[in-house]
């Protein structure tokens, strides 16, 4: 904008009420772009196996998607989950390739059946991908950027305000620190 030039603004409004996308929405798109952009969405979808192999119209990856969601999300329950991303269930589920969102009742289904050889399936998928990335700083890397989590004892930083855990982050704190403190005084006495 030039010195003479004044900003213009146009409000709009409306009686139609339209739901706000949620403060979380973004996070869950640059986290889903990520895995499905290394490969981590289509090895699940290749590798982790479950003895019902369909729930309905549903496939183990659109639950995983869900509770990626969820757990990114911080809602406190999956009932404030759902309704919070109700509206916006299509565009959700196609951040992770997939058409429909599985309704709650369906979730609770393949909680309750889901095997124990899933779960572990899903854990090495998960820990296979992190050993794949190296979490120390890399020979030719930008200037003074890790490539993985900061070092050891620092700050735990929320990636949004929705997700407190009133008592579990003060005590993960407080054992953080404790164990800081530990180190520290070690390599003092070496």
């Known amino acids: 904008m030039g010195m003479g030039e004044q900003a213009s603004l146009i409000i709009q409004t409306s009686a139609e009420s339209v739901p706000a996308v949620p403060a979380w929405f973004g996070e869950v798109a640059v986290i889903a772009h990520y895995l ?7 090895t699940i979808e ?12 549903y496939d183990l990856i659109d639950f995983v998607a869900v509770l990626l969601g969820y757990a990114i ?34 979730l609770s289904r393949f909680l309750a059946a889901l095997n124990q050889a899933a779960v572990e399936a899903l854990r090495t998928v998960f820990l296979e991908d992190l050993l794949a990335r190296p979490l120390e700083k890399e020979e030719g890397a930008s200037e003074g950027k890790l490539s993985g989590p900061g070092p050891p004892c620092s700050r735990p930083i929320r990636t949004n ?12 704190t407080a054992t953080i620190a404790e164990n800081c403190g530990r180190r520290s005084r070690r390599s003092a006495r070496t």
């Open 73 to 106: 999300s911080g809602e406190r329950t999956l009932e404030a989950f759902y309704e919070s991303l109700q509206p916006f269930a299509v565009a959700f589920m196609a951040l992770f390739g997939r058409e429909r969102l599985p309704h709650r009742s369906t």
């Open 36 to 42: 499905r952009h290394v490969g981590v969405l289509a």
């Open 46 to 57: 290749e590798r982790v196996r479950f003895a019902r192999r369909r729930f309905g119209h």
């Open 161 to 172: 305000g929705l997700a407190p855990f009133p008592g579990h982050l003060g005590q993960a």
